[in-house]
């Protein structure tokens, strides 16, 4: 896969819990944070408290082949208790313009009401970030470099499920 490609990954997990119960836990940026073996801190922006579209949020990220490295992220869109969606729109204090990555969690009713289906997953946006300066650096790998980066975060992704799944289940 290559950049003008749209480089996404989804997962999904089945919980035994309402969607309601589910739903807290993603809706609760602090959740991810939690479990994702890259995203290590999150903090609302400009005194919000909580979810609602147009909300800024700050994040600290790190792995051992990146670094670290912060993000503000805005919520895109918010339909309870069914989609949560977000932003990366700059790494430090800018939050117009093009997204860096786009991360969604979406939640379904399982058939018969014994759970939730949850999936979660994330897109390469339309903005210039690291991801596009390290493939212009080296073209002759972008599918290997994309490659790369996918498996990272469907690690990641399939972390932060499993965790939401203990905690809702618990």
Request: glycine share 10%; with cysteine.
């Amino acid at each position: 896969m290559r950049l003008a490609d749209g480089p996404h990954i989804e997962c999904q997990i089945e919980i035994a819990a309402a969607p309601e119960q589910v739903w807290g836990l993603v809706s609760d940026i602090a959740t991810s944070a939690r479990h994702s073996p890259e995203l290590e801190e999150v903090a609302w922006l400009d005194g919000v408290e909580g979810p609602a579209v147009g909300a800024c949020f700050s994040g600290r990220n790190r792995n051992e082949g990146l670094g670290e490295w912060h993000t503000v992220s805005r919520i895109a869109e918010l339909e309870e208790p069914r989609t949560f969606q977000w932003e990366v729109v700059y790494d430090h204090d800018r939050r117009d313009g093009d997204a860096l990555a786009i991360w969604t969690y979406t939640l379904e009713p399982v058939a018969g009401g014994s759970g939730t289906r949850l999936q979660h997953g994330m897109r390469i946006g339309a903005a210039r970030g690291p991801l596009q300066d390290f493939v212009e650096k080296h073209p002759e790998q972008e599918e290997e470099i994309i490659a790369g980066r996918l498996a990272l975060l469907r690690n990641g992704i399939e972390a932060t499920l499993a965790g939401v799944k203990a905690e809702a289940e618990a």
